[in-house]
């Protein structure tokens, strides 16, 4: 059954190359993000690895950690971490689940259920092990993307859905086309204007079902 937003993540026990726990433990009460790839030591893989590396401080930020998952052990987590770290220039602090059982790839829908790992097996058969999927602190499915192997993963795009969700969540509004923090959000069609008064000040209405208001405090 594939996995649909507002659905609870799996709460599996996963290994990683920084020990062995339980994937709703590990979220605890902040968001999460868990990022997945066909295989290690693949070049397009590599790079975006590195991104998350970079990006550390603005994990932090948010109160949001990464997980990475690869269908491969932890030994060559490790070792390709290594390369992560050269590519990138920062530290790779951040766990990778050697999925080689592919448990974490089939509880997420990434593959099939019948699916398994040939010998001598390349990238493409995990292909769609190429997935984003961001948890809120409540374990549950609240945004979800799918790459091909060839595009590499925009994490600057991932970070501003990222604010979307925690504004949205936390300020009970919407966020608009190409919205970036601070510019304007959207006042949800369930709240009357008496009550979008009340509540978010001077809105814009541009639309019957359409009201901008300045993103709250």
Known sequence: MALRINDTVP?????????????HDWIGDSWAILFSHPKDFTPVCTTEFSAVAQLADEWEK?????????????????????????????????PIIAD??????????????????????????SATVRAVFIIGPDKQLKLSMTYPMTVGRNFAEILRALDG???????????????????????????????????????????????????PA
């Open 11 to 23: 709460n599996l026990t996963v290994t990683t190359d920084q020990g062995t726990f339980s994937l």
């Open 62 to 94: 948010r109160g949001t950690k990464v997980i990475g998952v690869s269908v491969d052990g932890v030994e060559d987590h490790k070792k390709w971490k290594g390369d992560i770290e050269t590519f990138g220039g920062a530290a790779a602090g951040f």
């Open 100 to 125: 080689d059982g592919l448990e974490v790839s089939k509880a997420f829908d990434m593959l099939p259920a019948e699916a398994y790992l040939p010998d001598g097996r390349t990238p493409a058969d």
């Open 165 to 215: 969700l925690q504004t949205s969540t936390g300020k009970g509004v919407a966020t608009p086309a190409n919205w970036t923090p601070g510019g304007d959000v959207i006042i949800p069609a369930t709240v009357s204007d008496e009550d979008a008064k009340a509540k978010f000040g001077d809105f814009k209405k541009v639309l019957p079902y359409l009201r901008t208001t300045k993103e």
